[in-house]
């Protein structure tokens, strides 16, 4: 694949994720639209990014996109050949609100538990700052924001 065609593909991909954020409620769509770009800018930027790098980049992304894409467009198995085991449209040990199942968090590293906890953390964080009421004294539930 040339040069061009592998950057093509690339913004093909992002584009989809945009697409695939698109139909998420808003707090989600800002979140993952926001890492989606920076994500693809470092490695876009990177000079010493290697083909196998880009071609995992883009599979991991690939799954992703799957992942949160609605029925219709899901499929079990990303261009490249490789295969992500689902249960419908999420991967396996993931329901559609995205809780993670006691089989899957078992089979983590202690590693993958920990990041587990601080992304956790950071979401909560995230949310608690976008639904946080706003104003009123009548003590409603205000607006949420832009």
Same mark, same amino acid.
Request: glycine share 10%; aromatic share 6%; charged share 30%.
């Given at each position: ?48 990014? %290697?083909?196998? &790098?880009?071609?995992?980049? $883009?599979?991991?992304? #690939? ?5 949160? +894409?609605?029925?219709? *467009? ?34 983590? %590293?202690?590693? &993958?538990?920990?990041?587990? $906890?601080?992304?956790? #953390? ?5 949310? +608690?700052?976008?639904? *946080? ?14």
């Amino acid at each position: 694949m040339s040069t061009a065609d592998g950057a093509r593909a690339i913004l093909r991909l992002y584009r989809s994720i945009v697409r695939a954020h698109a139909r998420l409620p808003e707090p989600m769509r800002a979140l993952g639209s926001s890492y989606a770009r920076d994500e693809f800018r470092r490695h876009i930027d990177a000079d010493t990014t %290697t083909a196998a &790098q880009w071609t995992e980049f $883009a599979s991991q992304w #690939r799954k992703y996109v799957r992942a949160i +894409a609605p029925p219709a *467009a899901s499929s079990s198995s990303d261009a490249g050949g490789a295969h992500v085991e689902m249960d419908g449209v999420y991967p396996r040990g993931v329901d559609a609100g995205g809780e993670l199942s006691e089989d899957a968090i078992e089979a983590m %590293t202690d590693e &993958q538990r920990a990041k587990l $906890a601080e992304l956790r #953390r950071e979401a909560m964080a995230f949310g +608690a700052g976008a639904f *946080a009421p706003r104003g009123g004294e009548d003590g409603g539930e205000g607006e949420r924001p832009p």
